[in-house]
C-alpha cells in the first residue's frame, strides 16, 4: 500500500527566504505524486503534479518540485516566499486507480 | 474557471440523524470522490465513482455510508446514522481521469452533537 510521510508538520520562515517542504512516499508501483495547498478555510487547491517526464516540476504561485525516485522524494521548494504563502501544504500520490494518498500536511507560516 | 461546488457550508446535526451533503463536480468529470478531513487530521480517502457505481472504497467508508449520483450532475454522500466521530471536513473531488490530479470543493464541515 502506498504511503506519505511529511516530515514537517511546521514551518516557520520569514518573507523573502527560501522554502523547502519535504515529502517521502513509499510505493511497490509507479506513481503519480501531487503537491496541493489548502489556505485558511478553503478546499485543496492543486499545485503541481508529477506524472512522468522531467523529474523538475514547476507550479502554480512560483513552486515547484523535484521527483527523485531514488529517494522516493518529492520536496516542495519556493526560492521566495510571500506572506500570502501561508497556508497548509499536502503531498499526496496516487498509484493506477488514481485514488489519492495524503501526508499529515506541513503548515507553512510566513512571517514578515 | 469551472470549479467543484458543495453545499452546505456547515451542517451540525445530532447523533443518530441523517446527513446528505451534496457536491456539483465539474461538467465533463468522469470520476468522483469523497474524502474527509478530522480535525487535525490527515485528509483520507472515502470513495470513488466511475460510471454509475463505487469503483473503490476504504475501509472507512461502511455501511453507513452511500453514494449516488442522482440525476448526471449532483453527487451526494449519505451518512445513515450519525455518530460523533463522523465530525469532520468532507470533501468533494471530481477528475477528468488519468492521472492529471483532482479538483476540489470547499468541503463541508460536519459536526456531530
Known sequence: AQSVTQLDSQVPVFEEAPVELR???SSSVSVYLFWYVQYPNQGLQLLLKYLS???????????EAEFNKSQTSFHLRKPSVHISDTAEYFCAVS????????GKGTLLTVNP | EPEVTQTPSHQVTQMGQEVILRCVPISNHLYFYWYRQILGQKV???????????????????????VERPDGSNFTLKIRSTKLEDSAMYFCASSQGGAVG????????????
Open chain 1, 23 to 25: 515529502c517521502n512516499y
Open chain 2, 44 to 66: 483520507e480517502f472515502l470513495v470513488s465513482f466511475y460510471n454509475n457505481e463505487i469503483s473503490e472504497k476504504s475501509e472507512i467508508f461502511d455501511d453507513q455510508f452511500s
Open chain 2, 102 to 113: 483532482a479538483f476540489f470543493g470547499q468541503g463541508t464541515r460536519l459536526t456531530v452533537v
Open chain 1, 95 to 102: 498509484e493506477w486507480n488514481y485514488k489519492l494518498t495524503f
Open chain 1, 53 to 63: 517526464g522531467s523529474t523538475l516540476v514547476k507550479g502554480i504561485n512560483g513552486f
